[in-house]
Nanobody, 116 residues
Framework: QVQLVESGGGLVQPGGSLRLSCAAS????????MAWYRQAPGKQRELVAT???????NYADSLKGRFTISRDNAKNTVYLQMNSLKPEDTAVYYC??????????WGQGTQVTVSS
């Protein structure tokens, strides 16, 4: 079992920045992928960014340049730096973990609200 604990969500003004963190614990396989997804009210959950333990990243095209994913493998933690935030970025942001043949896990989500 893997547990994911998220932090860093909250209310921010348009143009502001926020940094989300997700710490994984439990039966963690060293070769894995961690990611951020988000879901706005009335919309499907969508991919924000992914990052493998080897350092490969992938971003949603619309977010590339504003959002940056990073991770600290020693701490089993993944981060999402969000800059130039817009009201349309308002959503619940979910942390995700997966490793081949070892299952997939989701965090409980953290609310990000961008509003003046």
């Amino acid at each position: 079992q893997v547990q994911l604990v998220e932090s860093g969500g909250g209310l921010v003004q348009p143009g502001g920045s926020l940094r989300l963190s997700c710490a994984a614990s439990g039966n963690i396989f060293r070769i894995n992928t961690m990611a951020w997804y988000r879901q706005a009210p009335g919309k499907q959950r969508e991919l924000v960014a992914t990052m493998t333990s080897g350092g490969s990243t992938n971003y949603a095209d619309s977010l590339k340049g504003r959002f940056t994913i990073s991770r600290d493998n020693a701490k089993n933690t993944v981060y999402l730096q969000m800059n130039s935030l817009k009201p349309e970025d308002t959503a619940v942001y979910y942390c995700f973990y997966t490793a081949n043949s070892r299952g997939s896990y989701w965090g409980q989500g953290t609310q990000v609200t961008v509003s003046s």
